[in-house]
């Protein structure tokens, strides 16, 4: 299958799942809908190397091992996120149709135009489905910002390629471009409003488009998209993406200490994207490129559980999900955070200094939040007990935190490919 | 004879104006009919006369898609829809309302699109400099009215201008890809004007009386 076939298996699953599921009553089996995206990723031809926006073709898609191995997690999140929350309405489902085909395109595409085309219709797809929902300042936010973030993407492009341009404005403005989009579909700008202010309005299912579906696609393209540019433009974009990184890192860790139960994973999520970001503004691509990865991987694992509204029945996955977060081995996000580590820790004693903070307060905001799970399974206890498929859902969410965690290189192979 | 460039930047901004100050629920299809034909002159100077049928086409598609997600969606059942005119957090009617605002932005813009067409050459294969403003200038009206919108119907706009504002960006940049970079850069056009027909439609509708 060709990666053109995985996106229109996503929009289609979607779009058949938002007519029909509820027409007949079945909106229990929106889950199909990324499993069917799962399989069609699956059984997409990968090619070896990377998927760089160079070609010429708007027709030209190719998918790498490590793009397999990030859209398919992408869909077991979605998958887990569908059975851990109520039965979605068919419009979140076609929202993450939508969302989920613009990934693929997005992350296989080699025209540049295409690619950030993509990520300008999930970003529209995302923006348009939580202003319907909840509208309001916070939601309107993200049409303006995101879609913004996206629209400049697309200015971008028409001052590409440069990667001949050894000097001039040109590969500044190219690159500062670059960054600002990217920066903005990653919730980075403006300090991480938009993306926070609509998870934080929406709960579960409606909110998670953008952290399953479109951040880590985000986050894949920013990493890469250094590789197109010259040397001045790798400068450029590292300074601007590293900035509104650590700045956004920091804010959202201190403020996931403060934030109240229901909020707190979000601001967690919001801080590391930033820590992942910046790292990538650090020029040690490869780190970058691995911690980013291991990071958000374990963010769709644990994101399943913790974007549920507090007070579920039971709280035990959810206390296991914080600590799993809280960085500290053998928990899966210690290695990603220790690789981001390495890699700003060589930029300068500052960045190292403005890396250390938020990782510290993620630290405290994990243990607060595995505390207020604690407190909130006495509360809950009233509650009716949790379906056998929604608990069995939460538990391997966790067991495969927990085994990311205890087998980390085998881990990453076994998702990403070998590298 | 060569088409004067003060001519050709002065049709650009002017249908900028336009289209950062237009309201109501054709806005989208004036933006885009103003800017494909504010732009035309000058990416017919920079590519030649047929670079501006890429421009036509959208502006074409972009009516006809506005009025046929309208129509389409006042066939459908009545569901609760999201009005694409209702601002989302203030008022929409008052003194120095968003107008201002998007005309304060639109001054503003003047300066930086200048700036751009100035001093960034573009081009994938020969370079050119100097004849970007009125492309600069619709984009960064576009880039404003989606920042301060307050309405989807505001980010309908602002998407339809940016879009039609990078396509001619790509038509100036020439290479091998330029139409059909350019072609897939404006079908954001039509694909804004289309959404904002739909969102007016569903909300258009109202819902059947129930039976006494």
Same mark, same amino acid.
């Given at each position: 299958m060709s990666p053109l076939g995985a996106a229109a298996v996503w929009a289609g699953a979607g779009i058949a799942g938002a007519v029909f599921l509820p027409a007949l009553r079945?909106?229990?089996?929106?889950?199909l809908v990324p499993l069917l995206a799962f399989v069609a990723v699956l059984l997409v031809s990968v090619l070896p190397g990377v998927t760089l926006p160079?070609?010429?073709?708007?027709g030209a898609f190719h998918m790498d091992r490590t793009t397999q191995g990030l859209l398919m997690a992408s869909a077991v999140s979605v998958v887990l996120m569908l059975i851990l929350s109520p039965p979605a309405a068919g419009a979140e489902v076609r929202t993450l149709g939508i969302a989920g085909a613009a990934a693929v395109v997005a992350l296989t595409s080699a025209h540049p135009v295409v690619m950030t085309l993509a990520l300008l219709t999930a970003a529209a797809a995302v923006a348009l489905r939580w202003i319907a929902r909840a509208p309001g300042h916070t939601t309107l936010a993200a049409g303006r910002v995101a879609i913004a973030g996206g629209a400049i993407l697309v200015a971008a492009t028409?001052? @590409? #390629? %440069?990667?001949?341009?050894?000097?001039?404005?040109r590969p500044v403005v190219a690159s500062a471009l670059l960054a600002g989009g990217l920066a903005t579909l990653l919730g980075l @700008? #403006? %300090?991480g409003g938009w993306a926070l202010g609509g998870m934080l309005r929406l709960r579960g299912v409606e909110a998670a488009v953008w952290p399953l579906v479109v951040a880590p696609a985000a986050l894949l393209v920013a990493q890469r998209?250094?590789?197109?540019?010259p040397p001045l433009g790798v400068a450029t974009f590292g300074h601007v993406i590293l900035t509104m990184g650590l700045l956004t890192a920091v804010w959202h860790g201190f403020q996931a200490t403060r934030a109240a139960p229901g909020g707190r994973y979000a601001r967690v999520l919001v801080a590391d994207l930033g820590l992942a970001a910046a790292a990538i503004g650090s020029g040690h691509t490869g780190l970058a490129q691995a911690g980013g990865l291991f990071l958000i991987t374990c963010h769709l694992l644990m994101a399943p559980v913790l974007l549920q509204p507090p007070g579920q029945p039971d709280q035990r996955p959810r206390r296991l999900a914080w600590l799993l977060l809280s960085g500290v081995p053998p928990a899966p996000s210690f290695w990603g955070r220790f690789l981001l580590l390495e890699g700003l820790s060589q930029v300068s004693a500052t960045v190292l200094t403005f890396t250390l903070v938020p990782m510290g307060l993620l630290f405290v905001a994990s243990v607060l939040g595995a505390r207020g799970a604690a407190a909130g399974r006495v509360q809950a206890s009233d509650a009716p007990p949790a379906r056998p498929a929604r608990l069995a859902a939460a538990w391997a969410a966790v067991a495969g935190a927990v085994a990311m965690g205890l087998f980390s290189t085998t881990a990453a192979a076994f998702i990403f490919g070998p590298t | 004879m060569g088409i004067a460039e003060p001519l050709t930047s002065t049709a650009g901004v002017l249908a900028a104006v336009i289209a950062v100050l237009v309201d109501g629920r054709n806005a989208v299809t004036i933006a885009v009919l103003a800017v494909a034909a504010g732009l035309a002159p000058t990416v017919a100077v920079v590519a030649?006369?047929?670079?501006?049928l890429v421009l036509a086409g959208a502006a074409l598609a972009g009516v006809v898609a506005g009025h046929s997600g309208r129509a389409l969606a006042r066939r459908l059942p009545w569901v609760a829809g999201l009005d694409p005119l209702i601002p989302a957090f203030s008022a929409s009617r008052r003194l120095f309302g968003p107008r201002s605002v998007r005309a304060w932005g639109a001054a503003l813009s003047v300066p930086a699109a200048s700036w751009v067409s100035f001093n960034v050459p573009i081009g994938a294969v020969t370079t050119v400099k100097g004849v970007l403003f009125p492309v600069a200038y619709v984009w960064a009206c576009g880039a404003v009215r989606l920042v301060v919108a307050r309405t989807v119907e505001d980010i309908a706009v602002g998407v339809a201008m940016t879009g039609m504002g990078a396509a001619a960006a790509w038509i100036a940049r020439g290479g091998p890809d330029v139409y059909s970079g350019a072609a897939v850069v404006a079908v954001l056009a039509p694909a804004a004007a289309l959404t904002a027909g739909w969102l007016w439609g569903r909300h258009g509708r109202r819902p059947a009386p129930e039976p006494q």
């Open positions: 079945l909106r229990r089996l929106a889950a160079t070609d010429t073709s708007p028409a001052f @590409l #390629p %440069v990667a001949d341009v050894l000097a001039g404005p @700008l #403006p %300090v998209i250094q590789l197109i540019l | 030649g006369a047929p670079a501006a």
